[in-house]
């Protein structure tokens, strides 16, 4: 096995822990040296991922130049990071076999993560990671299951043979797109359901947000040409129930606090904050109605009140049931 994880937050940490408990020798990246000395140091990551202890076979660098023996690499930078990370190590990715293991929309230009990976390594080799995952029940070795998307299959079944653990079973798909909406637009209706949850309009509330945010995912899907069966699997239906039903989850827990009247603390990455905009912007182009998404955006710009919010949902035309 030749794997590096780029990238020492939970996430990519987990991985790494998981992918050296198989007995490999996994390189993981942090991009400050001093937290790259105290992971070595500490072996473990106490910032992040307190409770989980490192692999002798999982080795912390800062330094770039140690990927180079590493020919498949998991980018586990945040979605609104990835492009810039790309253009600065350009030649460290360059001929490698690139997994995104973040979730989101780009910001800037509303690409996702293997299409953002794409625009500046046009001929690189890439697929996107993605699923019902808390990196704290990879660290600790529990179960879960993951989809590995990529549009070459002969390099997808590789990958997945690869990366495969014994406690991450890893199903395939080529639906790229399919993957990457369904990753992404889970987390705005997860901090819809914070809101809702944080307001104490109860569990019915989170549980009509749950089902009418999956046809709102369903409807920007298919306006992208992705499969429906991928957002009734891992990468959508699967990501959209453990997130929208758990604190664990970082989107979840920034709607709680706009639904309490709180502050959130500014230095935990919510990447549904930023997808949200992107997906509204998108869905206004495309024609695609996506009222949940519309609300969050509103909420996270403070141009409406959760209350307003709810007000409009509730005040839309009653239709027949459809996605």
């Not at 105290?38 to 330094?63: C, E, G, Y």
């Not at 890439?126 to 879960?144: Q, R």
């Amino acid at each position: 096995m030749s794997v590096a994880v780029l990238g020492a937050g939970a996430f990519g940490t987990a991985l790494a822990i998981s992918l050296a408990r198989e007995g490999h020798d996994i390189t993981l990246w942090a991009r400050s040296e001093k937290q790259a000395e105290i992971m070595q140091k500490d072996r473990s990551n106490s910032a992040r991922l307190p409770k989980a202890t490192f692999p002798l076979t999982l080795h912390i660098s800062a330094d770039l130049d140690t990927i180079k023996e590493h020919q498949t690499l998991l980018i586990a930078v945040p979605m609104q990071q990835l492009a810039r990370f790309i253009a600065d190590h350009q030649n460290h990715l360059a001929h490698k076999t690139l997994v995104a293991c973040c979730k989101g929309i780009d910001l800037t230009s509303g690409l996702g993560p293997s299409q953002v990976i794409l625009s500046a390594l046009p001929d690189a080799q890439t697929a996107i990671l993605t699923g019902p995952s808390f990196a704290h029940d990879i660290a600790a070795g529990l179960p879960t299951a993951l989809t590995l998307a990529c549009t070459d299959p002969t390099l997808g079944t590789t990958l997945q043979n690869e990366l495969s653990t014994s406690n991450i079973r890893l199903y395939r798909s080529t639906d790229v797109t399919g993957a990457e909406l369904g990753g992404a637009l889970k987390n705005v209706i997860a901090i819809a359901c914070g809101a809702a949850i944080g307001a104490g309009l109860g569990e019915s509330a989170r549980a009509a947000l749950i089902t009418r945010g999956y046809a709102e995912m369903q409807r920007m899907a298919e306006a992208l040409g992705a499969k429906p069966e991928t957002l009734a699997g891992l990468s959508g239906f699967g990501d959209l129930a453990l997130t929208c039903a758990s604190e664990g989850s970082r989107n979840f827990r920034f709607g709680l606090s706009l639904g309490r009247g709180e502050t959130f603390d500014p230095n935990i990455t919510v990447e549904g904050a930023a997808t949200a905009q992107a997906c509204h912007e998108k869905a206004k182009t495309l024609g695609v109605e996506m009222p949940i998404t519309a609300a969050v955006t509103a909420m996270i710009n403070q141009t409406l009140t959760l209350k307003q919010a709810m007000d409009s949902l509730l005040a839309r035309p009653l239709k027949e049931e459809t996605c």
